[in-house]
C-alpha cells in the first residue's frame, strides 16, 4: 500500500476530535492517504467513523490506533491537589487501556487497508492477525532503537516522527525520569538514521506543513509524509474555534513539548497553562487527560491544549482537497528546484 499510493502525502490520525470521517474522506478522496484517528473512541464509536468514511469515498483510508502503556500512578494525587490550589476543577484521574482489545477486534472483523500503531510496539500476535485479514500494519517511531523493535515485531513500514510533530509523541515508553519523551531527534536526522537501520517503507511526520517539507523528506528517504497540523485549519476538521485561532492568529508564538495536559509528552503552542505546569506534571497516562478533560473542555484558551507542530505558522485555512493539490504542486516545484540546483 505505501510504495503503491497515488501521491506520497498521508492524513496524521488526530485523536480528540480534529479528524472527522469528513476530512479523511476528503484527503482519500483527492489523491492522499487519510488516516482515522481511533485513539479515545470506543469501539462502537471507531466501528461507526469506519462506516462513515466508506460511506464518503471508495478511495482506501487506514486507521490508527493507541497501545496501552505501563500504569504509572505516581504524582499523580499530587498534581492534582495542584490544579486544585490553582483554582481549576479537574476530573478524576483514572487508567483504562483506551478500549484496545475491542478496538482490535473489530479491525480483525471488519478490516481496513492500514492499521497503524502510536505508543508502543504492536506485538507480533496482533501484527499476525491483522496481516491474515489482509491489513498493513504500521508503528510510529521515535528513534531507531524503537525501529529496530517494531521490525522484530513483523510491521510492514514505520512512520518516522521528528520532535518537530504537534500532539503526542510516540516513544514506546513513558518514562517518568524523562519529560521530553527520549532524545528530541529531528526529522531529517532520524529519518536517515532509521533507513540505516532497517529496511522497511518509511513514513515520514514532524514540522511538514508545506509542499518542500514534502520534497525534503522525500528526498531523506521517505516514500511519504504524514501532515496533521496542516490539516487543522481545513473546514472539514473536526478542531475547536479557540484551537484554530491560536493556529492562525498567534503571530507564530512558541511551540513546547510537555506533559500537563495527559501525562504523556506532547507538543503545543505555549499559554499559561502548559507554562505554569509542565514542570509539575507526572508521567501518569490516560489519568492526566481524564483529571485535565473538564478544564480544557471548558473554553478559556489559558487552559486548553492547542497541539501544534513547529511549522504551524505556516498552516492555511483551506479545504482538504484543495490543501492536498497545493501541497502536492508546492512538493513538484521544490523537487524541481532541487534537481536544477544539483544539475548545477
Known sequence: MLTALDSPLVLAPMAGGPTTPDLVAAVSGAGGFGFLAGGYLDPGALGAAVAAVRERTERPFGVNL????????????????????????????????????????????????????????PDPDAVSRLHAVGSEVLATVTSP?????????????????????GAHRGVFENDPADPAGGELYG??????????????????TGGIADGAGIAAVLA????????????????????????????????GAATAITRAFTGRPA????????????????????????????????GDPASMNFWAGQAYPLVRPLPAAELVTTLLAEAREAASRAAAGLAR
Open 267 to 298: 507538543r503545543g503552542i505555549r499559554n499559561p497553562f502548559l507554562d505554569d505546569h509542565t514542570a509539575a506534571a507526572p508521567a501518569g497516562y490516560p489519568q492526566v487527560h481524564h483529571m485535565t478533560r473538564p478544564i480544557r473542555a471548558n
Open 66 to 121: 493507541f497501545l496501552p502503556g505501563e500504569r504509572r500512578d505516581a504524582g499523580v494525587a499530587e498534581y492534582r491537589e495542584r490544579l486544585v490550589a490553582a483554582g481549576l476543577e479537574p476530573g478524576e484521574p483514572r487508567w483504562d487501556d483506551d478500549g484496545y482489545p475491542g478496538k482490535l477486534d473489530l479491525l480483525l472483523a471488519d478490516p481496513v487497508p492500514v492499521v497503524s500503531f502510536t505508543f508502543g510496539c
Open 187 to 204: 526529522l531529517l536526522a532520524l529519518l536517515r538514521l532509521v533507513a540505516a537501520s532497517v529496511d522497511l517503507p518509511l513514513v515520514a
Open 220 to 251: 531523506g528517504g521517505a516514500v511519504a509524509a504524514q501532515l496533521g497540523t496542516a490539516f487543522l485549519a481545513c473546514p472539514e476538521a473536526g478542531t475547536k474555534p479557540a484551537h484554530r485561532a491560536a493556529l492562525l492568529d498567534s503571530d
Open 145 to 165: 532503537a524503537e525501529a529496530r523493535r517494531a521490525a522484530a515485531a513483523g510491521v510492514d513500514g514505520l512512520v518516522v516522527q521528528g520532535m518537530e510533530a
